[in-house]
C-alpha cells in the first residue's frame, strides 16, 4: 500500500507512517498527556539514581557507576531531559483541556 509515495513532503510522509503504526491519528497523542508526564518522571528519577551514584551515595560498589564523577554530570543531564519530558507532558496534557 503507497500512501503519497510521491510526496516531497517528509512531514506528510511522517504522518502516515505514525497513523498507519499506531492505528489512530496524531491527534491521539495530544490528548494524552500524562503517559508523556509518567515517562518523563521515570527518567528524571533515573537521572537522579545515576547522579547519587555517581557520588558514591547509593547503589553498590562494585558497579562501575558508583563513584565516578563522568556519572555525576550524566545523571544532571538525564534529570534534565526528563524534566523536559514532563513540562512536554504538560503542556499537551493542558492543550487536551483547550
Known amino acids: 500500500m503507497q500512501l503519497k509515495a510521491k510526496s516531497k513532503n517528509h512531514l506528510v510522509k511522517l504522518s502516515i507512517l505514525f497513523t498507519l503504526f499506531t492505528g489512530n491519528s496524531p491527534g491521539y497523542f495530544v ?10 518522571g521515570i527518567i528524571g528519577t533515573l537521572g537522579i539514581i545515576f547522579h547519587l551514584q555517581g557520588q558514591s551515595l547509593v547503589g553498590p560498589e562494585s558497579s562501575f557507576m558508583y563513584s565516578n564523577p563522568d ?9 534534565l531531559v ?12 493542558i492543550m487536551k483541556k483547550d
Do not use: E
Not at 490528548?31 to 518523563?40: E, F, H, Q, R, T
Not at 556519572?71 to 534529570?79: E, K, N, S, V
Open 31 to 40: 490528548k494524552k498527556g500524562i503517559p508523556v508526564i509518567v515517562i518523563g
Open 71 to 79: 556519572w555525576i554530570t550524566y545523571g544532571i543531564q538525564i534529570t
Open 82 to 93: 526528563g524534566l523536559i519530558i514532563v513540562g512536554i507532558g504538560t503542556a499537551l496534557a
